[in-house]
C-alpha cells in the first residue's frame, strides 16, 4: 500500500456516526435512550471541533464500562440549584446525560 493509500481517511456521515456510537453504548447496557442521547452529543462534539470529547473517548468509555467503573443505569439528580450554576450529582453515569 501507498503513502496516499495509508493517509485516506474513511468519512461517514453524522447518522451514521451516531448509530455506530448509540450501538456500541447499548451493546455494553446502556439504556437506548440514554445511549442515543450520548451519541448524539458525542457527534456534536466531534463535528463542533471539540474532538477530545468525541467518538475519539468511545473505546476509553467502552472499556470503563465494561470494567465496572461506570454506572449504566444512574440516577442523575440536581443536588442545588442558584441562579448560574447547579450541583448534579451524575451517580458515576455518562457525563454527557448530566444536562438531562
Known amino acids: 500500500m501507498n503513502d496516499t493509500a495509508v493517509r485516506q481517511t474513511r468519512r461517514i456521515s453524522h447518522t451514521e456516526l451516531v448509530r455506530f456510537i448509540a450501538a456500541a453504548y447499548r451493546a455494553v447496557g ?12 458525542m457527534a ?18 467502552i472499556r470503563r464500562i465494561k470494567a465496572g467503573g461506570l454506572n ?24 454527557s446525560l448530566e444536562n438531562r
Open 30 to 41: 446502556i439504556s437506548v435512550a440514554d445511549a442515543d442521547k450520548a451519541a448524539e452529543l
Open 72 to 95: 449504566t443505569s444512574p440516577e442523575i439528580r440536581v443536588m442545588r440549584r442558584a441562579k448560574a450554576t447547579a450541583l448534579v450529582d451524575g451517580d458515576n453515569g455518562l457525563g
Open 44 to 61: 456534536a462534539s466531534d463535528i463542533s471541533g471539540a474532538d477530545g470529547h468525541g467518538v475519539f473517548r468511545l473505546p476509553q468509555y
